[in-house]
């Protein structure tokens, strides 16, 4: 599917994505999210693990770009803090591997993909008994916190503080979405609206198990991407796991790029 006249290539889409999103990551973090700068990387404290960003790393020597990660491990060894280097593929070509050398590990990778939101409207409707409405509330955060937990297997308790700390943050710039089917929380997802961009992304998404393949992703798409063309946001941006991906590119988004965290440990 070709892209529209706004939307022009995908290279070109690539490079509006690192000015306006990853160029922005540092005036949009949460109250409780401690962001501190080590020459090109942004290496930010936060409730869960670690996160590092970087751009602009090609004018370091190796000896220089091995320091540099060396520091972001030890600063999260000292808090006793697992981080994630977010990585994407068209970043300096040895990043990867003086990573491993550090001791990070990478996690699965995700392709980066971008569409209008106009476009996604119309993506799907919320199947027979199942409703999709907005929240705010707490204890809507927490059976969302206690749903994803389940289909990822993992403690994902502390997702209710993180998503009411964003609204608290920043309201107008999320918008969180849960649906319920006979009460159950059965899936969620949020926008999260980058300010003084033009894009937004779409963040969650996960669905129990015995919901699946009932067309519940695309109708949360559909609902975010009305909310974001209500709002004037031209782009919708998704960091896609294998299974959504192709999901996303059906309904009329872009590969323009992958991202894989790397992620280091205090166990590792």
Not at 21 to 40: E, M, Q, Y
Not at 42 to 51: C, H, K, M, S, Y
Not at 64 to 91: C, F, N, P
Not at 134 to 142: I, N, P, Q, Y
């Amino acid at each position: 599917m070709p892209f529209s006249a706004v939307m022009t290539t995908r290279r070109e889409l690539l490079n509006l994505h690192d000015q306006q999103v990853r160029g922005t990551i540092a005036s949009r973090l949460p109250h409780n999210w401690k962001p501190s700068w080590d020459g090109p990387v942004l290496q930010i404290a936060t409730p869960a693990r670690g996160l590092a960003f970087a751009q602009n790393l090609d004018g370091l020597s190796v000896k220089e770009l091995d320091a540099l990660i060396g520091r972001v491990r030890d600063r999260s060894a000292a808090r006793g803090q697992a981080i994630e280097w977010k990585t994407y593929g068209h970043d300096r070509q040895d990043l990867t591997e003086r990573l491993r050398l550090a001791g990070f590990a990478p996690e699965d990778e995700e392709t980066v993909v971008i569409g209008l939101a106009a476009d996604l409207t119309a993506a799907g409707e919320a199947p027979n008994r199942v409703v999709i409405r907005a929240t705010t509330d707490l204890a809507d955060l927490r059976r969302i916190a206690a749903m994803e937990s389940e289909v990822w297997g993992v403690d994902w308790s502390w997702l209710a503080d993180d998503l009411r700390d964003r609204i608290e943050s920043a309201p107008e710039n999320i918008v969180v979405l849960v649906a319920e089917a006979a009460g159950e929380v059965v899936s969620a997802a949020w926008l999260v609206i980058i300010p003084g961009t033009e894009f937004a992304a779409l963040w969650g998404g996960s669905t129990l198990a015995q919901w699946r393949r009932k067309g519940i992703y695309r109708a949360l798409v559909a609902c975010r991407a009305q909310i974001a063309a209500d709002r004037g946001i031209e782009y919708l941006l998704v960091d896609a796991s294998k299974d959504s991906s192709p999901i996303l590119q059906r309904l009329g988004l872009h590969a323009v790029g992958t991202t894989t965290p790397w992620v280091w440990s205090p166990t590792t």
